[in-house]
T-cell receptor
């Protein structure tokens, strides 16, 4: 599992409430990512981080923010949850696989339902 | 940005037969192409990958081929077994682009006993 944990694993929340999902890695890898998975869309990148306090947007970043104050933790926040944000959220890390290559590994996911 | 298309969306094969999944990508600068297997309720698992300086790579019953000219790559599973039933995703990445992955929409593979 590449030492990635996500919390919570399941969450039900109401429209308009803020929600924070946590991703934790046991090693100090530089790159971390948040994806969402929806039927028919595969996985789409929301935000990613290339170091502590260094983050950038992905293709579906509207309505989401991220923070990375420690190497091992990457937080995803839904400022005001909407029903369209009902999804399964996956955290990933890029792990060196022989210079200059990396491989990307995924956490177990968080299923979020916005009612 | 990169656009990855994956076909077919569903694939049913008899146990012991081969399965082939095909993906095309749009950005000729992409240079890394991983394949993931996802079982129900779990995160995607990296099963094989190929880089743009290689045309084919094998690992036991799975193989991946890459045609850079045509911008497509394929996953081949031989001698399929029931445990191969899962959703498979292809992806493409630019190493120079912080290793971000663009995914295909996925293929649901069912192996019939």
């Amino acid at each position: 599992d590449a030492g990635i944990t996500q919390s919570p694993r399941h969450k039900v929340t109401e429209t308009g409430t803020p929600v924070t999902l946590r991703c934790h890695q046991t090693e100090n890898h530089r790159y971390m990512y948040w994806y969402r998975q929806d039927p028919g869309h595969g996985l789409r990148l929301i935000h990613y981080s290339y170091g502590v306090k260094d983050t950038d947007k992905g293709e579906v970043s509207d309505g989401y923010s991220v923070s990375r104050s420690k190497t091992e933790d990457f937080l995803l926040t839904l400022e005001s949850a909407t029903s369209s944000q009902t999804s399964v959220y996956f955290c990933a890390i890029s792990v060196p696989a022989g210079k200059p290559s990396y491989e990307q590994y995924f956490g177990p996911g968080t299923r979020l339902t916005v009612t | 940005g990169e656009n990855v298309e994956q076909h077919p969306s569903t694939l049913s094969v008899q146990e012991g037969d081969s399965a082939v999944i095909k993906c095309t990508y749009s950005d000729s600068a992409s240079n890394y192409f991983p394949w993931y297997k996802q079982e129900l309720g779990k995160g995607p698992q990296l099963i094989i990958d190929i880089r743009s300086n290689v045309g084919e790579k094998k690992d036991q019953r799975i193989a991946v081929t890459l045609n850079k000219t045509a911008k497509h790559f394929s996953l081949h599973i031989t001698e399929t077994q029931p445990e191969d039933s899962a959703v498979y995703f292809c992806a493409a990445s630019l190493r120079s682009n912080d290793y971000k992955l663009s995914f295909g929409a996925g293929t649901t593979v069912t192996v019939r006993a």
